[in-house]
């Protein structure tokens, strides 16, 4: 058997084990893909064969950054005469930078068999890609992935021997069959006890307010300490307060940017629903600029991932 075959194959499966070692991070569900493109044959300037591409996918996530993937496809590649037609079948891993977030850039790699003219040859798919998050039920894929084979297909249309041919496609990707959770009551107004009026210009962190990921929709989870917030500001009317949204340092500058206002503005509407009055309140956004931990674990960056009040008056 072909030692290369061997050793990528081994690489593959040891980070496949290491990844199903991570229980903890197991998610459940699918995500279908189609994707269009084209592919190039011969990167010799000279021989360039290009070709159209046709794929479907089905993945699986079984860490919170790599997903597992078998992929189907069909590739024409037409020359003087001639259309050479190949099939190919692989297995990959996809690793991503970090969880799913607006834009995330991954690499790939794995396995596969070719089938082409009567022949059949194993082959090597590596490469990379950018997934845009549109919605939770919709993603676009850009992806560039060069195949190596072990073949001679390329002398069926001359006289030349490079053994790799590359696919440039864009597609759509579809989660599905995920288990729903059961939404959790919402928080019911409580008695809460009169507070000491906060401090002005001095931060108040509101610990326990959760956003669904890569949005600004509150999630019923963190109207508690919404409730808490809304008491103080009935209790002392005569109050004005900014409110402040932060992020982490994952993703682009002007996204989380983007994120933080929206976040803020999403605290505030909440408020004005409750009858609080919208003069008394303004919401800012700070993305990432802010930190108050550091963003190299998920404990710092989650710190970071923050609501705050300021009073101002």
């Known amino acids: 058997m072909n030692h290369r075959f061997i050793s990528i194959a081994a690489a593959t499966l040891v980070v496949l084990i290491a990844s199903l ?73 996809r690793w991503s930078f970090y969880p799913m977030e607006r834009i995330t850039p991954y690499i790939m790699g794995g396995v596969g068999y070719i089938f082409y003219d009567g022949n059949s040859n194993h082959y090597f798919p590596y490469g990379g890609g950018i997934e845009y998050k549109v919605n939770d039920k919709l993603y676009i ?16 249309i ?10 440039y496609t864009l597609g759509i990707r579809i989660p599905f069959g995920c288990k729903k959770s059961t939404p959790a009551p919402k928080a019911a107004p409580q ?26 929709d509150i999630l019923p989870a963190g109207e508690a300490t919404l409730y808490r917030a809304l008491a103080t500001l009935n209790d002392y009317p005569e109050i004005v307060v900014e409110i402040h949204g932060h992020t982490d340092n994952v993703g682009a500058d002007d996204m989380n940017l983007a994120l933080s206002q929206s976040r803020a503005n999403s605290v505030m509407n909440w408020l004005v629903s409750k009858g609080v009055t919208a003069s008394r309140m303004s919401a800012t956004g700070f993305g990432e600029t802010k930190p108050i931990a550091t963003n190299e674990t998920p404990e710092g960056r989650q710190m970071n991932r923050r609501i705050e009040f300021v009073r101002v008056k």
């Open 21 to 93: 070692a991570q229980a903890q991070y197991k998610k459940m569900g699918y995500v279908a893909g189609a994707q269009i493109g084209t592919s190039i044959l011969n990167e010799e300037l000279d021989n360039v064969r290009y070709g159209t591409d046709f794929h479907v996918s089905l993945s699986y996530p079984i860490h919170d950054r790599l997903q597992e993937e078998v992929r189907a496809g069909i590739t024409h590649v037409k020359v003087t005469g001639y259309t050479l037609t190949i099939v190919p079948i692989d297995w990959k891993v």
């Open 141 to 156: 894929d850009l992806q560039a992935c060069v195949n190596y084979a072990n073949t001679g297909m390329e002398k069926r």
């Open 158 to 167: 001359y006289d030349e021997s490079n053994q790799d041919w590359q696919n």
């Open 191 to 216: 008695p809460v006890a009169k507070q000491p009026a906060p401090e002005i210009g001095k931060p108040i962190s509101l610990e326990g307010i959760v956003f669904k990921t890569g949005s600004a």
